[in-house]
């Protein structure tokens, strides 16, 4: 693999279900995100990882859980999906946390729930 | 509050120049970032500005006035694989990313 992958594509998950999104780089990047992206609005921060086994809290935290147990992988969980959820999730990673970091994309996860 | 404004869509003609604003307010600023969206894939980079003044990169190029709180995105020549949304985020006190909702640019022959 080259760059980020993110799986699955896509999924259509019942409320209340529990769901992991899986992310993996293979560029050796420090920083890892994840983003949600709704029609209107920016992409918005949900959970971010400076370093493996650190993680902090971004602006939309609420109902996702990530680990960084490893520089390559950074999944994000949703313990009891709800309908508000449906999105479309980014990975992103950088190399470094900080200024002029350019953030690269994985090709994201449509996700729906109902 | 922290806030980034673009148009949310414009329309141009292929050959021609089309200007998108970003104009925002944040905590802190510490670069700001152009990216390109094309439907259903992901956000890939065009440019970064941290210095005021005009950076050129091809037919791209990338505007910032920190006092104004102010940056453009110039794309020149314009082709119709430039059909896109193109995304403005600054980098806050917290070197974090806060994105604008994107400008859709439609090219017409």
């Known amino acids: 693999i080259a760059g980020i992958t993110q799986a699955p594509t896509s999924q259509i998950l019942a409320a209340g279900r529990r769901m992991t999104l899986r992310c993996t780089q293979d560029?050796?990047?420090?920083?890892m995100y994840w983003y949600r992206q709704d029609l209107g609005l920016g992409l918005r921060l949900i959970h971010y990882?400076?370093?493996?086994?650190?993680?902090g809290k971004g602006e939309v935290p609420d109902g996702y859980s990530v680990s960084r147990a490893n520089t390559d992988d950074f999944p994000l969980t949703l313990a009891s999906a709800v309908p508000s959820q449906t999105s479309v999730y980014f990975c992103?990673?950088?190399?470094?946390?900080?200024?002029?970091?350019?953030?690269?994309f994985g090709p994201g996860t449509r996700l729906t729930v109902l | 509050g922290q806030n980034i404004d673009q148009p949310t869509e414009m329309t141009a003609t292929e050959g021609a120049i089309v200007q998108i604003n970003c104009t925002y307010q944040t905590s802190g600023f510490n670069g700001l970032f152009w990216y390109q969206q094309h439907a259903g894939e992901a956000p890939t980079f065009l440019s970064y500005n941290v210095l005021d003044g005009l950076e050129e990169k091809g037919r791209f190029s990338s505007f910032l006035s920190r006092s104004k709180g102010y940056s453009y995105l110039l794309l020149k020549e314009l082709q119709m694989k430039d059909s896109a949304s193109y995304l403005c985020a600054v980098v806050d006190s917290n070197y974090q990313l806060i994105w604008g909702a994107g400008t859709k640019l439609i090219i017409k022959p």
């Open positions: 560029m050796r990047h420090n920083a």
């Open positions: 990882s400076n370093t493996a086994g650190t993680t």
């Open positions: 992103a990673s950088s190399l470094l946390a900080g200024e002029e970091n350019t953030q690269y």
